[in-house]
């Protein structure tokens, strides 16, 4: 098999491209998709083989009609996930071969270890940190080992792999968030001074990411001034943990049934609706890789505020219209939540500024350039001069 930079075969014109990994909602279903779209639209024949997945049939079926082939079990996360992964170790042999010139894995999964027997001699199998780096002697860290290349979500996320494992290439892009720049025009000034803030928490309602934390804030200052009457938004499903109801419950007992609202679950299509009348997004989250809802909040103007979890701290560097509060600590996200509220009520946020700083580091047309490098130019994107 061939591959450029080799200047004595030919390059083959048709990339095969194995994305494995879990298909969870979320960012990672932003991304899968439009990245698939992408390399479809510059003639790569991609399949994806994943144990799992809780996207609907609508996206999946989507996808499929553009000629994506999927490979997942009817099984979704949680307990039955031991299922879907021993239906994957001995449907994959039957439904395919080692034929792929790159297995793009995404996210940490022992299930990578068995997509990489599916890669041809020479190709790549590049591992995608979308998290934080692994801790050493982690299954992550076992499964980034054994790749050829690696990516990582932020720049503080590819040094720490290239410390820990100083031997393989590793390079930093962001996820795809978009097929296109946002419209400079669509934005408006809104008179907030004397009126309720629609403040939105979008996004897995799970524990790390503190949704509890923010009832309770809306509890406990509900009639400080700068706070004021402004509602608080939950976005997003809770995957069947239950702990929606948990909050559901919490907001009852706390009288916050008129402040504090909860819209179900959303995707990718509908977020420009659900962004419409949003004034600021927040994430006080204790672990992060770098939240896509951020930057697609920032694409449209809106400002957010949040932890320096992961890869967030990136998002805050010489931006003057977000608020990133160092570290995880509670009480100190509280004060930058407060002051991000007081600088919306007095109009010092620029809605253009920050949809144009989102754009020159994470649009479409830079990013999807090095998606298209990364995976269809991959040994001369990663600096490689020979086969590994």
């Known amino acids: 098999m061939a591959f450029e930079g080799d200047s004595t075969v030919r390059v083959p014109t048709k990339r095969k491209i194995l994305i494995s990994g879990g298909l969870a909602v979320g960012g990672p279903q932003t991304h899968v998709t439009i990245l698939c779209e992408t390399l479809k639209s510059k003639g790569a024949d991609v399949t994806i083989a994943a144990p799992a997945t809780n996207w609907d049939a609508l996206s999946l079926n989507a996808l499929r009609s553009i000629g994506i082939r999927i490979i997942v ?33 995404i996210g940490e999964g022992r299930m990578h270890l068995v997509a990489k027997r599916y890669c041809v001699s020479g190709g790549h199998c590049i591992y995608h940190e979308i998290v934080d780096c692994p801790l050493r002697e982690s299954i992550g860290h076992r499964v980034a080992a054994g790749m050829s290349e690696i990516i990582g979500n932020s720049n503080e996320v590819t040094r720490k792999l290239k410390t820990l494992l100083p ?80 909050l559901v419950q919490k907001v009852k007992h706390s009288g916050l049934t008129d402040r504090v609202s909860f819209h179900g679950e959303y995707n990718h299509a509908q977020l420009s609706q659900v962004l419409e009348n949003v004034d600021l997004v927040v994430l006080p989250s204790l672990v992060e890789g770098l939240p896509l809802v951020l930057v697609e909040a920032m694409a449209r103007g809106i400002p957010v505020v949040a932890t320096s979890a992961g890869g967030t701290a990136e998002l805050g560097s010489d931006n003057e219209d977000v608020i990133v509060t160092e570290g995880t600590d509670w009480s100190v996200f509280e004060v930058g939540l407060l002051k991000m509220m007081s600088m919306i009520r007095s109009e010092k946020i620029d809605c253009k500024r920050l949809q144009k700083w989102t754009e020159d580091r994470y649009g479409f047309a830079s990013v999807s350039k090095q998606w298209e490098s990364a995976l269809l130019n991959t040994r001369s994107f990663f600096g490689r001069k020979q086969n590994f």
């Open 73 to 105: 079990p009817p099984f979704g996360f949680g307990r039955l996930s031991f299922i879907g992964k021993a239906v994957s170790i001995w449907g994959w042999p039957l439904l395919m071969s080692k034929s792929f010139d790159v297995v793009y894995c």
């Open 167 to 246: 031997e393989i290439p590793v390079k930093t892009i962001p996820f795809l968030t978009s097929r296109e720049a946002s419209d400079a025009e669509m934005f408006r000034v809104r008179e907030s001074q004397s009126r309720d803030l629609n403040v939105a928490f979008l996004g897995r309602l799970v524990e790390h990411k503190r949704p509890a934390q923010l009832i309770d804030f809306w509890s406990d200052h509900e009639n400080r001034n700068v706070l004021g009457l402004s509602k608080l938004h939950f976005y997003g499903g809770d995957c069947g943990s239950g702990y929606k109801d948990v």
